[in-house]
């Protein structure tokens, strides 16, 4: 089958002193051989392949490096060893609160980031009305965002992005754990049965969650992330009920 993700022995370090120092500062630090920067390193020897339309899951606790290798895959990061390839068009989904505009309206908020989100101005004319219709906003059309609540932001903001990720019908979907809390319990549900379509469609998912149930539902393989280190990777089940049972006996 088409490898659509292909990662090989990738290694991502951050720097954690981020502090600008005087040029007197690196001056000393030079002549007392003192280092520059002290590192963390967030990937350690990840290996990842996916094929056309596979479903792979990410597990761990937060800061074992989840989300740094998705925004790896996403070619937002660069690697400082290791070899990453993608083949085809990447969406990357971490929320969708971003790129709001409180001064504008909900309408020109809707074509501003249909824009950002990669959509012609045509095709966001098109998925206009879907869109409206499933925040259940419509009442507030011409309303500046700065007015909204915060449950009638996050309405808009995931309408905005379900829809204009499925009319692009990515060859690879990065989740970065979206669809939490905030609006109403019928929003999220009506919400989490849209995405599960775009799960279902025939891309590759790559879906990190911290809803185990989840990831067992709608992954094909998952990987168990620690420390930038893969601990498990393969059946779901599997690697779930080892997670799991790797808490409990930390916590006896």
Known sequence: MDTRIELKDVVKKFNLDTRKKSFLER?????KGKKEKK????LDSVFLEARAGEKIGMIGVNGSGKSTLLRVIAGIYFVDSGIVRTRGEI?????????????????????LNGSIMGLSQEDIKKKFDDIVDFSELRDYLDTKLQKFSSGMIIRLSTSIGLYCIAHKNPDVLLIDEVLGAGADINFQQKSLKKM???IKGGATVVFVSHNLESVKKYCDSVLWLDKGKIIMSGDPAKVVNNYRRYFKRLNR
């Open 27 to 31: 001056i000393l630090d030079f002549l």
């Open 39 to 42: 590192q963390i390193l967030a």
């Open 91 to 111: 969406s990357y989904i971490t929320g969708f609160k971003y790129g709001l505009i409180p001064k504008l309206t909900m309408r020109e908020n809707i074509f």
């Open 196 to 198: 599960e379509e775009l």
